[in-house]
Protein backbone atom coordinates (compact mmCIF):
# COMPACT_ATOMS: atom_id res chain seq x y z
CA UNK A 1 0.00 0.00 0.00
CA UNK A 2 1.73 3.36 -1.07
CA UNK A 3 2.21 5.80 1.94
CA UNK A 4 1.99 9.77 1.29
CA UNK A 5 5.27 10.92 2.67
CA UNK A 6 5.26 14.47 2.05
CA UNK A 7 4.34 17.11 -0.54
CA UNK A 8 7.30 18.14 -2.70
CA UNK A 9 7.25 20.74 -4.64
CA UNK A 10 9.30 21.79 -8.08
CA UNK A 11 9.44 25.58 -9.31
CA UNK A 12 10.37 25.54 -12.78
CA UNK A 13 10.86 29.11 -14.54
CA UNK A 14 7.89 30.68 -12.26
CA UNK A 15 5.85 27.60 -12.50
CA UNK A 16 5.58 25.44 -9.47
CA UNK A 17 4.79 21.39 -9.62
CA UNK A 18 3.62 19.95 -6.95
CA UNK A 19 3.83 16.22 -6.33
CA UNK A 20 3.03 14.32 -3.47
CA UNK A 21 5.76 11.32 -3.06
CA UNK A 22 3.76 8.19 -3.09
CA UNK A 23 6.36 4.55 -2.07
CA UNK A 24 5.45 1.68 -2.39
CA UNK A 25 6.84 -0.02 1.14
CA UNK A 26 5.62 -3.58 -0.36
CA UNK A 27 9.05 -4.33 -2.36
CA UNK A 28 11.14 -3.02 1.00
CA UNK A 29 8.92 -4.91 3.29
CA UNK A 30 9.48 -8.19 1.09
CA UNK A 31 13.47 -8.19 1.86
CA UNK A 32 13.84 -6.04 4.46
CA UNK A 33 14.56 -8.57 6.83
CA UNK A 34 16.71 -11.08 5.16
CA UNK A 35 20.21 -11.24 4.92
CA UNK A 36 21.46 -14.05 2.16
CA UNK A 37 23.70 -16.70 3.10
CA UNK A 38 26.17 -14.23 1.52
CA UNK A 39 25.75 -11.96 4.27
CA UNK A 40 24.63 -9.32 1.55
CA UNK A 41 21.11 -7.68 3.85
CA UNK A 42 18.88 -7.94 0.87
CA UNK A 43 17.33 -4.55 1.52
CA UNK A 44 20.28 -2.78 0.50
CA UNK A 45 19.88 -4.63 -2.96
CA UNK A 46 18.55 -2.01 -5.42
CA UNK A 47 16.95 -5.21 -7.34
CA UNK A 48 14.72 -5.94 -4.40
CA UNK A 49 14.03 -3.28 -2.24
CA UNK A 50 12.26 -1.32 -4.83
CA UNK A 51 14.38 1.87 -5.10
CA UNK A 52 15.28 1.76 -9.51
CA UNK A 53 11.48 1.02 -9.88
CA UNK A 54 10.35 4.26 -7.68
CA UNK A 55 12.98 6.44 -8.99
CA UNK A 56 11.66 5.77 -12.52
CA UNK A 57 7.98 5.97 -11.19
CA UNK A 58 8.87 9.63 -10.09
CA UNK A 59 11.14 10.89 -12.82
CA UNK A 60 8.22 9.55 -15.27
CA UNK A 61 5.38 11.46 -13.12
CA UNK A 62 7.38 14.97 -12.85
CA UNK A 63 8.36 14.69 -16.45
CA UNK A 64 4.23 14.25 -17.41
CA UNK A 65 4.02 17.71 -14.83
CA UNK A 66 6.44 19.66 -17.26
CA UNK A 67 5.54 18.79 -20.85
CA UNK A 68 8.38 21.64 -21.73
CA UNK A 69 10.93 19.01 -20.50
CA UNK A 70 11.31 17.55 -23.51
CA UNK A 71 12.00 21.16 -25.19
CA UNK A 72 15.14 21.61 -23.07
CA UNK A 73 17.00 18.61 -23.59
CA UNK A 74 19.94 18.19 -26.20
CA UNK A 75 18.18 17.32 -29.70
CA UNK A 76 20.42 14.30 -29.93
CA UNK A 77 18.98 12.71 -26.75
CA UNK A 78 15.79 11.07 -27.66
CA UNK A 79 12.96 11.62 -24.67
CA UNK A 80 10.23 9.26 -25.98
CA UNK A 81 12.87 6.44 -26.00
CA UNK A 82 13.90 7.26 -22.57
CA UNK A 83 10.56 7.57 -21.36
CA UNK A 84 9.53 4.40 -22.56
CA UNK A 85 12.60 3.15 -20.38
CA UNK A 86 11.29 4.44 -17.79
CA UNK A 87 8.30 2.32 -18.12
CA UNK A 88 10.23 -0.29 -18.63
CA UNK A 89 11.74 -0.30 -15.50
CA UNK A 90 8.85 -0.31 -13.29
CA UNK A 91 7.87 -2.91 -15.29
CA UNK A 92 11.10 -5.03 -14.02
CA UNK A 93 10.18 -8.14 -11.38
CA UNK A 94 11.71 -7.74 -7.76
CA UNK A 95 13.96 -10.05 -6.59
CA UNK A 96 12.16 -11.50 -3.35
CA UNK A 97 15.26 -12.32 -1.64
CA UNK A 98 17.51 -15.37 -2.43
CA UNK A 99 16.18 -17.17 0.90
CA UNK A 100 12.57 -16.86 -1.16
CA UNK A 101 13.62 -17.98 -4.33
CA UNK A 102 15.33 -14.97 -6.03
CA UNK A 103 18.96 -14.47 -6.88
CA UNK A 104 21.16 -16.36 -9.35
CA UNK A 105 19.61 -19.90 -9.53
CA UNK A 106 22.75 -21.82 -9.59
CA UNK A 107 24.29 -19.49 -6.94
CA UNK A 108 27.16 -21.49 -5.55
CA UNK A 109 26.84 -19.89 -2.06
CA UNK A 110 23.27 -20.33 -1.27
CA UNK A 111 23.87 -23.98 -3.14
CA UNK A 112 26.60 -24.87 -0.33
CA UNK A 113 25.38 -22.92 2.22
CA UNK A 114 22.02 -25.52 2.07
CA UNK A 115 23.80 -28.32 1.33
CA UNK A 116 25.93 -27.70 4.71
CA UNK A 117 23.27 -26.69 6.84
CA UNK A 118 24.24 -23.44 7.96
CA UNK A 119 22.36 -20.09 8.70
CA UNK A 120 25.11 -18.23 6.50
CA UNK A 121 28.51 -18.42 5.55
CA UNK A 122 29.82 -16.99 8.69
CA UNK A 123 29.34 -20.31 10.32
CA UNK A 124 31.49 -22.09 7.80
CA UNK A 125 35.09 -22.80 8.72
CA UNK A 126 36.36 -22.80 5.20
CA UNK A 127 35.08 -19.48 4.48
CA UNK A 128 38.30 -17.95 3.91
CA UNK A 129 39.53 -19.84 1.08
CA UNK A 130 36.21 -20.29 -0.27
CA UNK A 131 36.07 -19.90 -3.96
CA UNK A 132 32.72 -19.62 -4.31
CA UNK A 133 33.00 -15.58 -3.21
CA UNK A 134 35.20 -14.61 -6.29
CA UNK A 135 32.65 -12.55 -8.28
CA UNK A 136 31.38 -10.70 -4.98
CA UNK A 137 34.69 -9.89 -3.63
CA UNK A 138 35.08 -8.27 -7.25
CA UNK A 139 33.01 -5.91 -5.97
CA UNK A 140 33.15 -6.24 -2.38
CA UNK A 141 36.85 -7.18 -1.77
CA UNK A 142 35.75 -7.41 2.28
CA UNK A 143 32.94 -9.49 2.26
CA UNK A 144 34.18 -12.66 4.20
CA UNK A 145 36.01 -10.20 6.86
CA UNK A 146 32.03 -8.38 6.61
CA UNK A 147 30.34 -12.11 7.28
CA UNK A 148 32.48 -13.05 9.68
CA UNK A 149 32.28 -9.55 12.10
CA UNK A 150 28.36 -10.57 11.77
CA UNK A 151 28.44 -14.18 13.57
CA UNK A 152 26.77 -14.79 16.13
CA UNK A 153 24.97 -11.16 15.98
CA UNK A 154 21.35 -10.15 16.45
CA UNK A 155 20.14 -10.40 12.99
CA UNK A 156 17.50 -7.41 14.17
CA UNK A 157 20.30 -5.33 15.17
CA UNK A 158 22.32 -5.31 12.59
CA UNK A 159 19.04 -5.00 10.11
CA UNK A 160 18.34 -1.86 12.15
CA UNK A 161 22.40 -0.60 12.01
CA UNK A 162 22.07 -0.94 8.39
CA UNK A 163 18.77 0.32 7.67
CA UNK A 164 20.43 3.81 9.17
CA UNK A 165 23.40 3.14 6.95
CA UNK A 166 21.36 2.85 3.83
CA UNK A 167 19.93 5.97 4.75
CA UNK A 168 23.43 7.73 4.57
CA UNK A 169 24.49 5.93 1.37
CA UNK A 170 21.28 6.14 -0.80
CA UNK A 171 19.41 8.88 0.31
CA UNK A 172 16.79 8.05 -1.99
CA UNK A 173 15.86 5.27 0.17
CA UNK A 174 15.35 6.97 3.19
CA UNK A 175 11.68 7.36 1.93
CA UNK A 176 11.57 3.92 1.77
CA UNK A 177 13.40 3.06 5.18
CA UNK A 178 10.77 5.40 7.02
CA UNK A 179 7.61 4.45 5.25
CA UNK A 180 8.26 1.03 6.80
CA UNK A 181 8.13 2.44 10.27
CA UNK A 182 4.52 4.10 9.85
Not at 144 to 160: C, P, T
Request: charged residues 30%; glycine residues 6%.
Amino acid sequence: MPNDLYPRIYKVRDTAVSETCQLEAEPFENVKNQIGFCGIWCGSCMGGNGAIQELAKKFEKISEKLPQMEKWIPKEFNFKEFMKGLTCIQAISLCPGCRKGGGPPACEIRICALEKGMADCSECNQLIECKNFEQLEKDNPKIKEDLIEIKNKSRSELIEKWMNELKNKWPHCILVCESTRK
